[in-house]
């Protein structure tokens, strides 16, 4: 599982940030995680491929987090592609996205499906043999959704040592993988822990801007190996936080120890500050493991 950040900077860009957008790649699959201004050419310069982005994420429709869409759509366009692609987004991203393509007469030569999302509860929003999306409810100004991404629990492991053993035909290893027992011809049990390894552990990523300081995802989160969550300001600007319903680097933390996830990524910093070194300081006084997102940067999670 690996996270690239191609924007992670509040409200408007500037020549060296970008607002929000991120790259996920799990299970040989690639998540477009919102989609700020600048995007497709963050997107070139971490050499990422435009045809494999099959799924895009938004997670509400403040132009920091989506005004890249409509320009990713028609380059996706201007380059033949033929896969189709999904949108999931809050109610009225169709309207938006429809009515930009019509009006200028470039609707695209491939498939635009968009599922559009109103629920204020989690729910699964995508789901196939490999990985599990789910909504994470956010409080922000506007409908807003986080995202968590889980891998599935993948088949047992062969133990060809053990099967060699037993001299058990190839054709029962799959219903072995699948976690039976086998009987060999004399009638002996042979328990499936003597002919498997357990598979890797499932991982899991939370994605979580904006909102306000929010306990009521931490059932969602829980045990989440890595958090992404936003940290807008420094603990000295809480008024500022509360007001336009963000959180504070120390906020976040503070969901992340109550959430007990393993590992917490800020981002979505206000470009007030000097400094982003700030806020890992900040947040590790409530929460040891604190990494710092910046554009560009890759996590192998």
């Not at 607002?19 to 700020?36: A, H, M, W, Y």
């Not at 169709?94 to 968009?114: A, D, M, Y």
Request: glycine share 4%.
């Amino acid at each position: 599982m690996k996270l690239t950040i191609l924007g992670c900077y509040a409200a408007t860009p500037r020549a060296l940030t970008n607002p929000t957008s991120q790259v996920l790649e799990i299970k040989n699959r690639l998540f477009l995680i919102d989609c700020g201004e600048g995007t497709q050419v963050q997107l070139r310069k971490n050499k990422i491929k435009f045809s494999k982005i099959n799924q895009i994420f938004i997670s509400h429709l403040h132009g920091d987090h989506f005004f890249g869409l409509i320009g990713l759509i028609s380059t996706f366009s201007l380059l033949n592609r033929n896969n189709d692609l999904y949108i999931y987004g809050p109610k009225g991203i169709k309207e938006i996205i429809k009515l930009q393509l019509r009006l200028s007469n470039s609707w695209p030569n491939f498939g635009l499906h968009f599922h559009e999302l109103e629920n204020k509860e989690s729910e699964v929003i995508y789901e196939d043999d490999k990985v599990l999306v789910k909504t994470i409810p956010l409080k922000h100004r506007v409908y807003t959704n986080g995202f968590l991404f889980q891998e599935k629990i993948e088949e047992r492991k062969l133990n060809i040592a053990a099967v060699q053993e037993y001299e058990i035909e190839r054709c029962y290893y799959q219903n072995i993988k699948n976690g039976k027992d086998i009987y060999l011809e004399d009638g002996t049990l042979i328990p499936n822990e003597e002919l498997t390894f357990d598979p890797e552990k499932p991982k899991s990523y939370a994605f979580c801007s904006d909102t306000s300081y929010n306990e009521t995802m931490l059932p969602v989160i829980e045990n989440a190996d890595v958090l992404y969550h936003e940290a807008t300001f420094l603990q000295s600007e809480e008024n500022l936080a509360s007001k336009t319903m963000h959180s504070t680097a120390i906020e976040a933390a503070t969901i992340a120890q109550k959430a007990q996830v393993k590992q917490l990524i800020l981002g979505h910093y206000s470009t007030r500050y000097d400094s982003i070194d700030l806020f890992k300081k900040e947040a590790e006084t409530v929460f040891p493991n604190v990494l710092l997102a910046d554009d560009g940067l890759t996590f192998d999670l």
